[in-house]
């Protein structure tokens, strides 16, 4: 018994991973084999305009031909592609082009109200009009905070920011009608702020015709919460949709232990208060460095509760999972172990292959959240993804072990290395330089090896982020050499490792927000 109208699934493509047309179609093959229905292709400015060449520029931009040939392919299995663009927030890479600065009120969203505005906007939804033929189109309108506070102002008096959203959803909704679109969907926490004069009952009326206000957590798990959130979204739209999401977007691994449990009680409630369209989210916040394909045993478990044939993770099909996506369910599940080393029986989110690789091998940013024994579990991971290095997601795995054995080379080393010169013991410090210099080809094999992975799945743009990241550690190895070594010969002092570390609040292997995750400036600032 099919519980959901749709079940769909959101890829996110502007993050900086633009998957490419080939992975695209692998998996709209295997989420078609699960059972969805619909994939939400998540774009800002990730398409080229025809006679707008910086929109999208350097983006990996999909083309319109890109477009139909994706569409036909998910047509053909029974999926309807309905774009996820951005026609007021989350435009901020457009902006730092003179060409488009003036259209912005704030560095996020743009001028309501602007013609030029509304020019380049029916530019967008032309555009995507003559690539995707789902006349069901998603227009965002997300976490648009500081609507109405900046330009805006220069040449109008202070608005309601819910009222400024209905005024602009007018405007576009004309353009949309003009390129037969039916159908309207945007997120839901603008629209829903109770902290407005413009109450449910005026969005509601003053939304298109047939439209849908789209509900979204991705953690809350309270029965009494997402009710509520539900009966909100209810008030203001003819057709009611939720959007959880799977985790993998803070670390290497992609989460899948909480992302299930959450999911999994989320679809429990909305079946419960008669939502239509269930939608799991994959985003790919700063550039994320978790492949999609890891996402599959979430995406699976979504798929089998909303046919009801399961109510809890326990009773998958395992044989269900092997047919459709070509892999064993344990053997992509045990992906989720980059970022739960001990293999853990938690559903707890962890970043912890993020800030252990970032962590500085110097400044000694995490040095007592490691805990003990990582340095073996790692190095036990790193063995058992070599012997699944083989097969369809072979590559997937074999990208694991590279960076399961820099970790377990990194884990404790920093810790050593200011113990060492905590105690002057300057007869061990030759073998921590033999340590960083395993360390370094660790990492220049793991840039390489990711380099390889990303261009096989996704268009280049967004691989020279982790040139840059991976980059920076080697370049922090070397350094820690020399001034290891100028402190064994000539007893140089290492200001970094002045002081000592002040212990965090932490349990080990904590969650890190994503902003501070992908910077290690930052993730020294939050932690010394």
Same mark, same amino acid.
């Given at each position: 018994m099919k519980k959901f109208r749709h079940l769909s699934a959101f890829l996110e493509t502007s993050s900086g991973v633009t998957p490419n047309v080939g992975t695209l179609k692998r998996f709209i093959k295997i989420i078609s084999a699960f059972g969805y229905d619909r994939l939400y292709l998540g774009m800002a400015d990730s398409y080229k305009i025809e006679g707008e060449p910086y929109f999208g520029y350097k983006r990996g931009g999909y083309t319109k031909a890109e477009f139909i040939e994706t569409d036909a392919y998910a047509k053909k299995h029974g999926v309807e592609i309905v774009p996820q663009i951005q026609l007021l927030g989350h435009l901020h890479y457009l902006k730092k082009y003179p060409v488009y600065e003036r259209l912005f009120d704030t560095n996020d969203s743009l001028i309501v109200g602007d013609d030029k505005v509304y020019e380049l906007i029916e530019k967008m939804i032309k555009t995507i009009s003559e690539g995707l033929s789902s006349r069901t189109i998603h227009i965002g309108l997300d976490e648009t905070f500081g609507l109405g506070t900046g330009n805006y102002l220069k040449n109008h008096a202070p608005a309601d920011r819910k009222e400024l959203i209905l005024r602009h959803v007018e405007r576009v909704s004309e353009i949309l009608k003009k390129y037969g679109y039916s159908s309207v969907e945007m997120w839901g +926490?603008? =629209? =829903? +702020?109770? %902290? /407005?004069?413009?109450k449910a009952e005026e969005v509601k009326s003053r939304l298109p015709e047939n439209s849908s206000v789209i509900v979204w957590n991705y953690e809350e798990k309270d029965e009494k919460k997402l009710g509520k959130m539900i009966e909100d979204g209810k008030k203001v739209t003819q057709n009611s949709a939720f959007a959880g999401g799977v985790w993998k977007y803070i670390g290497f691994g992609p989460n899948n232990a909480f992302s299930v449990d959450c999911i999994l009680k989320q679809e429990q409630i909305c079946y419960k208060n008669g939502v239509e369209n269930f939608i799991v989210t994959l985003w790919a916040d700063s550039v994320a460095p978790c492949s999609? &394909? *890891? *996402?599959?045993?979430?995406?699976f478990v979504a798929a089998e509760?909303? &046919?009801?044939?399961? %109510?809890?993770? /326990?009773?998958i099909d395992k044989t269900r999972f092997l047919k459709a996506a070509g892999i064993s369910y344990d053997d992509a599940y045990s992906l989720e172990y980059l970022d739960n080393p001990f293999k853990e029986n938690v559903t707890?989110?962890?970043?912890s292959s993020i800030w252990l690789l970032y962590t500085d091998v110097l400044l000694g940013n995490f040095d007592t959240l490691v805990p003990e024994g990582a340095e073996e579990a790692y190095l036990k991971l790193a063995e058992e993804y070599d012997g699944l290095s083989k097969g369809k997601f072979g590559y997937l795995f074999a990208l694991s072990a590279l960076l399961a054995k820099a970790l377990s080379i990194k884990a404790h080393l920093p810790a050593r290395i200011r113990?060492?010169?905590?105690?002057? +013991?300057?007869? *061990?410090? %030759?073998? =921590?330089? +033999?340590? =960083?210099?395993?360390?370094?080809?660790a990492l220049n094999k793991f840039m390489l090896g990711y380099e390889k992975c990303f261009l096989r799945d996704n268009k280049a743009f967004g691989v020279e982020v982790y040139h840059m990241r991976l980059g920076e550690q080697i370049i922090r190895c070397d350094y820690a050499i020399r001034r290891l070594k100028a402190f064994a010969e000539k007893d140089e002092k290492i200001e970094e490792l002045e002081g000592g570390v002040q212990k965090l609040g932490y349990e080990p292997m904590p969650t890190i927000s994503c902003s501070i995750m992908t910077d290690p400036r930052l993730l020294v600032s939050y932690c010394i």
């Open positions: +926490d603008m =629209l =829903l +702020d109770e %902290n /407005s004069s413009v999609v &394909f *890891a *996402a599959l045993p979430s995406l509760y909303a &046919f009801g044939r399961i %109510n809890s993770a /326990s009773e707890t989110r962890s970043s113990e060492v010169y905590r105690c002057k +013991d300057k007869n *061990a410090v %030759n073998r =921590l330089i +033999d340590r =960083l210099i395993e360390l370094k080809k």
